[in-house]
C-alpha cells in the first residue's frame, strides 16, 4: 500500500504563487508516476500535471508555464509549484500516484481559493 499526504493549500489573491507537496510512505517502490489532479465545485477531476519516475513531465495546457511538478526521491516527495494564480485555479488539488500493477493511489485532498 501506498499512503499520500498532501500539504500547502490555501487562501491566495490572484497572481499570487503556493506549492503544494504530496508525501509518499509505504510501498513507495510500486509507484511508477505520481500527479496532481484538482476538482472544482460542479466539475470533474481534472489532471493538472505528472511526472514519471524518470523524471518526465506533462502539464494540462492552461498550466503550462505557470504550473511546475518536480520531485524530490530523497524525500519522497513531489511538489507542484503555482504562479500566477487565478481564480479559476480554485479547487480541491489531490496527489495521485500510479502503480506498476495498475493501482491508484490518492492523498486526501488540499484546498487552493484564488481570490479576486
Known amino acids: 500500500q501506498v499512503q499520500l499526504v498532501e500539504s500547502g493549500g490555501g487562501l491566495v489573491q490572484a497572481g499570487g504563487s503556493l506549492r503544494l507537496s504530496c508525501k509518499a510512505s509505504g510501498s513507495i517502490f510500486s509507484i511508477n508516476a505520481m500527479g496532481w489532479h484538482r476538482q472544482a465545485p460542479g466539475k470533474q477531476r481534472e489532471l493538472v500535471a505528472s511526472?514519471?519516475?524518470?523524471?518526465?513531465?506533462m502539464y494540462r495546457e492552461s498550466m503550462k508555464g505557470r504550473f511546475t511538478i518536480s520531485r524530490d526521491n530523497a524525500k519522497n516527495t513531489v511538489y507542484l509549484q503555482m504562479n500566477s494564480l487565478r481564480p479559476e485555479d480554485t479547487a480541491v488539488y489531490y496527489c495521485?500516484?500510479?502503480?506498476?500493477?495498475?493501482?491508484?493511489?490518492w492523498g486526501q485532498g488540499t484546498q487552493v481559493t484564488v481570490s479576486s
Open positions: 511526472i514519471t519516475n524518470g523524471g518526465s513531465t
Open positions: 495521485r500516484g500510479w502503480g506498476i500493477n495498475g493501482n491508484d493511489y
